[in-house]
């Protein structure tokens, strides 16, 4: 006996014929598992119905249960429309269809018990119920739609017209049960099942159908829930090919580079979260295994000198640390910074993109390959062959979303086992991130460095653009600079770059002696860069630009981002160039111009914005706004789609079914032992992608 019975087709169920089994498997309905997993759209809970006679005035949508009386279409000005007339012990209703009259004809028999929900309305003395969502019931047979909670099933018209309504769902999914539930075993190990107080899978796949109470329903759903994100772990484990934890250098935590570094070198103190971070990385990189965690901390939160820290630990136990940067604009940055804080110690750093000179590159690619450069910044250049290090052992990838998990790879490459510190600004909720980087630690910093003064988050329609102006009056004239951000869509690149442009040479009409620079992603990077460093030198003013400054960069002077057009930016954008202000010890503004007219979803944004500075809370509200499908837009696919689970929501369970996961294949990374065979065989039958399948889990 085995599970493995629910991958035959329906085609074996009694009252599936070719036409009922054909318009099944256009909507996925292929396998008797299809079917198990075709979970109800809601449920009819009939402690909710409420009697005909009690309905009045203001009562919103209801259910009622009644019988059908009389029934018959009727001409009318507007075309015929359709008439039932439903009792019950207390009154009578009448449910009205306007549209798809010739279907619901052929629906309802007279003396038939029909559940209905919708809005009612006054109807001549009575009440009416137009279009109303119905589910036939049935006094004979099974008790099926007598129950006290009725699962109502996703419709189509599809289906409708080879008659397949919840009822029929109802039937095919009570026979299936009944006839061959007994031979499912449970796909998760007994003492998992146990130890989480989970409901057996047998039964939480009848009870998901057929609850016998709401408590037994919740119940099935968090076991089907932790099911899905369980296998959903293991799936991530099997395509990484990662089960088991491997061994790294083991590095000094207590040198004397990384003391002498946090204790003189550093002009501030760290931050309690900072001191968090690091404890976590000193007991990954002081232990035998190798570091394999992603550093997430919101906009300023001050990761670079974390990563620093990091890299000291590796060159005081005669390691090197590469420092990947997604653009030149950042590692030059970091190069800056780095060598500002550890040329004094006695550390030597390089920096590595497309346009260092090649005697530069020549000299840098030396000192790596006799150990005499300790830590080098770079973009893509660092990746390349022909860079060679004498002992690499860290990697730190800054913005680590905008690197692909190959080129994160050939970095690794470069070095026996180094560790790996990822960062990200880019705040993920918790859930997602355990989803999406299952098998990485994770550190949260959500605490900024004292002493910054919060931004104070405007919203302005277009039609104030002179209160804006006068903002970037009074900020220029105090010494203070601001960007001025445009939107860039791929599609109309050349019409928003002209938005740009337009907007560069009103500002710069309106303030001839700010200086007005432009910079935007068509400019070659010699040239953004010179834009940039103009704007880091002071000499620029007002910074008009598309989103090439995004991320990270860091110009504490600025005081004022204004970001035109903002309804067309995602909230983790527009969370991440408010970034760009409020580094310094100046109160800083953000503006955020719209037009008036805004979606509801732009509207949730844009409030959202002004509400909290707190990036997590906004990728939180993204979540919400958007899903998790579309969390990521396109970048990052491979998202899975959960039936039941909702990473918005169920963290906890993600949690636990990560570790759950984690322990199992500790304890048997092939899955070989008998009493796991059958998550085993779950697992290779109905997760695993075909595509993997000859690999295996293990
Ligand atoms: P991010 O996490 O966004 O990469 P950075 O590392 O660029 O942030 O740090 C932002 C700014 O905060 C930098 O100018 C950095 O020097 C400063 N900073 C970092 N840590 C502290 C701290 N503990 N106290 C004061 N300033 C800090
Ligand atoms: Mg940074």
């Not at 931050?271 to 300023?300: F, K, P, Y």
């Not at 953004?528 to 000499?539: I, S």
């Not at 035109?564 to 969370?575: C, I, N, V, Y």
Request: charged content about 25%; hydrophobic content about 40%.
């Amino acid at each position: 006996m085995s599970s493995r019975v629910l991958s035959e087709s329906i085609r074996t169920l009694g009252g599936v014929g070719d036409r009922r089994a054909e318009v099944l498997e256009a909507h996925g309905i292929a396998a008797l598992n299809d079917l198990v997993t075709w979970y109800p759209r809601k449920y009819l809970d009939r402690t909710n119905v409420v009697p005909i006679g009690k309905i009045h005035g203001d009562v919103g949508a209801v259910t009622v249960v009644g019988t059908v009386k009389v029934k018959g279409s009727i001409p009318g000005r507007r075309g015929r429309r359709y008439e039932l007339v439903v009792a019950d012990a207390s009154g009578v209703l009448t449910c009205v269809w306007f549209k798809r009259v010739k279907w619901v004809e052929s629906v309802f028999k007279t003396g038939q018990q029909v559940a209905f929900h919708g809005k009612v309305s006054k109807y001549g003395g009575g009440w009416s119920m137009p279009h109303p969502e119905f589910d036939l019931l049935d006094e004979k047979g099974p008790a099926l739609d007598t129950g006290r909670i009725i699962a109502v099933y996703p419709g189509h018209a599809a289906f409708e017209e080879v008659g397949l309504t919840s009822r029929t769902f109802r039937r095919m999914l009570h026979a299936l049960i009944r006839d061959r539930g007994e031979e499912w075993t449970d796909n998760l190990p007994a003492t998992l099942v146990s130890q989480l107080a989970l409901m057996e899978g047998r039964v939480a796949r009848r009870a998901i159908h057929f609850p016998k109470s709401q408590e037994e329903l919740d119940h099935a759903r968090r076991r089907l829930k932790f099911e899905e994100l369980f296998f959903f772990q293991l799936m991530m484990a099997a395509v990484r090919g990662r089960v088991k934890r491997e061994a790294g250098p083991e590095l000094v935590t207590g040198g004397t580079l990384v003391t002498s570094f946090l204790d003189d070198a550093l002009p501030f103190r760290l931050t309690a979260a900072q001191e968090q971070a690091l404890a976590d990385i000193r007991s990954d990189v002081g232990s035998s295994s190798r570091m394999n965690r992603l550093l997430q901390g919101d906009v300023g939160s001050g990761k670079t000198v974390i990563a620093a820290a990091a890299a000291l630990m590796a060159a005081d136990s005669g390691y090197q640390a590469a420092f990947l940067a997604p653009t030149e604009i950042l590692a030059e940055q970091h190069a800056r910074t780095l060598v500002g804080l550890l040329e004094p110690l006695g550390v030597r750093v390089g920096l590595l993109t497309g346009s260092t000179p090649t005697a530069v590159r020549r000299d840098t690619l030396t000192g790596l390959a006799d150990g005499s450069v300790s830590i080098v910044v770079g973009t893509h250049a660092v990746i390349q062959e022909g860079v060679a290090f004498r002992s690499l052992g860290l990697c730190v990838v800054d913005e680590q979303h905008r690197f692909g998990v190959e080129q994160r790879a050939v970095l690794y490459e470069k070095g026996e086992r180094p560790h790996v510190l990822l960062m990200s600004a880019t705040p993920i909720p918790r859930s997602l991130a355990l989803t999406l980087y299952g098998d990485l630690d994770v550190t949260v910093m959500r605490e900024r460095p004292p002493g910054r003064q919060p931004i104070e988050t405007v919203l302005l329609w277009d039609s104030r653009r002179e209160e804006l102006h006068a903002l970037l009056r009074r900020e220029l004239a105090a010494g203070r600079q601001a960007y001025v951000v445009y939107p860039l869509v791929a599609e109309s690149e050349t019409l928003d770059l002209k938005d740009a442009e337009s907007g560069f040479a009103e500002l710069s009409a309106a303030f001839p002696d700010a200086g007005v620079d432009l910079v935007h992603g068509r400019m070659k990077s010699a040239e953004k860069e010179a834009a940039m460093a103009r704007f880091v030198a002071g000499e620029t003013g007002i910074l008009v630009s598309t989103t090439v400054i995004e991320v990270g960069v860091d110009v504490p002077n600025a005081s004022v981002m204004v970001i035109e057009h903002a309804e067309r930016f995602g909230l983790s954008q527009l969370h991440q160039l408010r970034g760009r202000v409020g580094r310094g010890v100046h109160a800083s503004t953000c503006v955020l111009m719209s037009d008036f007219k805004r979606s509801a979803d732009a509207r949730t944004r844009l409030e959202a914005m002004t509400r909290t500075e707190d990036g997590f809370e906004l990728s939180e509200i993204d979540l919400r706004i958007r899903g998790a499908g579309d969390f990521f837009g396109t970048r990052q696919s491979g998202l899975p789609a959960f039936r039941l689970a909702d990473l918005a929501e169920d963290g906890e369970l993600l949690d636990a079914a990560r570790s759950a996961a984690r322990r199992l294949l500790d304890l048997d990374p092939a899955l070989r032992q008998s009493v796991h065979l059958p998550t085993r065989e779950w697992f290779e039958t109905f997760i695993l992608p075909d595509g993997l399948k000859k690999a295996g889990i293990g």
